[in-house]
């Protein structure tokens, strides 16, 4: 949700750069895309595809998904001078370092998945379990880098409700930065101010 919300807002925002500088708005000329593809596919298929999380084992998907960090590291490294991918860089670095550290798995507390589920059925969910796509339920003591977990909320109000951690937040920090600079056009002699 705080990655989307970063494309939409900075979207708006290089959009609205453009108009005002009377351009079309240029995208972020990035190399190797591809790899993010790649990097959110094991992500999508075991949320999407319908009985896939539970043909795939821990250890697999653990693996799997501290692939796609490692993946999104490099595509952040090879297009590292656009502006805002240090910040993204970072953030994919993050979650890679909590992630591999707790079994591949991003860990989140119990009291924070509280807010998530219906104490019911949280209490049917063992402490070292998989908890959602991605996650997977520990408590603060027992979690490497407890301060990089999915520990933050969107407010109480918020109709949609998702944890996400401290690198999530730099990747959508470096996600808005890089769309909200709109790009010079290349074909367009700039424009100097007398």
């Avoid at 094991?42 to 490692?70: E, H, K």
């Avoid at 595509?75 to 591949?104: C, D, E």
């Amino acid at each position: 949700m705080v990655l989307l919300a970063a494309v939409a807002l900075g979207l708006a925002v290089g959009l609205g750069l453009a108009r005002l500088r009377g351009q079309p708005y240029q995208p972020p000329d990035l190399r190797h895309l591809w790899l993010v593809f790649i990097a959110f596919l094991p992500q999508f298929a075991i949320l999407y595809v319908p009985g896939l999380r539970q043909q795939i084992s821990d250890d697999w998907a653990g693996v799997l998904l501290t692939t796609s960090q490692f993946l999104l590291i490099g595509f952040a490294w090879l297009n590292r001078k656009s502006p805002g991918m240090a910040v993204l860089l970072a953030g994919a670095a993050l979650n890679f370092l909590v992630m591999t550290a707790n079994s591949g798995f991003m860990p989140i507390s119990p009291q924070t998945a509280s807010r998530l589920v219906p104490q019911e059925i949280l209490q049917e969910i063992p402490t070292g379990s998989r908890f959602g796509v991605k996650d997977i339920l520990l408590e603060p003591e027992n979690t490497h880098f407890e301060v990089l977990a999915d520990r933050f909320l969107p407010p109480a109000w918020s109709s949609y409700q998702a944890a996400f951690s401290l690198g999530d937040v730099f990747l959508a920090v470096g996600v808005f930065w890089l769309l909200a600079q709109p790009q010079q056009n290349k074909t367009e002699p700039k424009r100097i101010l007398t």
